[in-house]
Nanobody, 117 residues
Framework: VQLVESGGGLVQPGGSLRLSCAAS?????IGWFRQAPGKEREGVSC????????NYADSVKGRFTISRDKAKNTVYLQMDSLKPEDTAVYYC??????????????WGKGTLVTVSS
């Protein structure tokens, strides 16, 4: 099992980024988490194995969109209208189940997103 994030970088407030999580050997629900400097890690979004169930943290609803390409075994996080408070290291993680239980078994190494002018 391997999870590899990509797509992070520096973006101005109001801008967009798309993160990717290549999830080889993983067929369960996938979640995105983030950890800002000096803060605890928080859940951002999750998508079930079939893609039929999706949830978002209140702080990103209406701005972030999670999706899943089964053929490529990749989960994406489209982030629009980015704010400085979105600055964090973003991680993807594989759930123990096909649904979003919050009990994650495997984690990627993370990708840094910096929102600054």
């Amino acid at each position: 099992v391997q999870l590899v994030e990509s797509g992070g970088g520096l973006v101005q407030p109001g801008g967009s980024l798309r993160l990717s999580c290549a999830a080889s050997g993983v067929y369960y629900a996938i979640g995105w988490f983030r950890q800002a400097p000096g803060k605890e890690r928080e859940g951002v979004s999750c998508i079930s194995s079939g893609g039929g169930t999706i949830n978002y943290a209140d702080s990103v609803k209406g701005r972030f969109t999670i999706s899943r390409d089964k053929a490529k075994n990749t989960v994406y996080l489209q982030m629009d209208s980015l704010k400085p408070e979105d600055t964090a290291v973003y991680y993807c993680a594989a759930d123990r189940y096909n649904y979003c239980s919050g009990r994650m078994n495997y984690w990627g190494k993370g990708t840094l997103v910096t929102v600054s002018s």
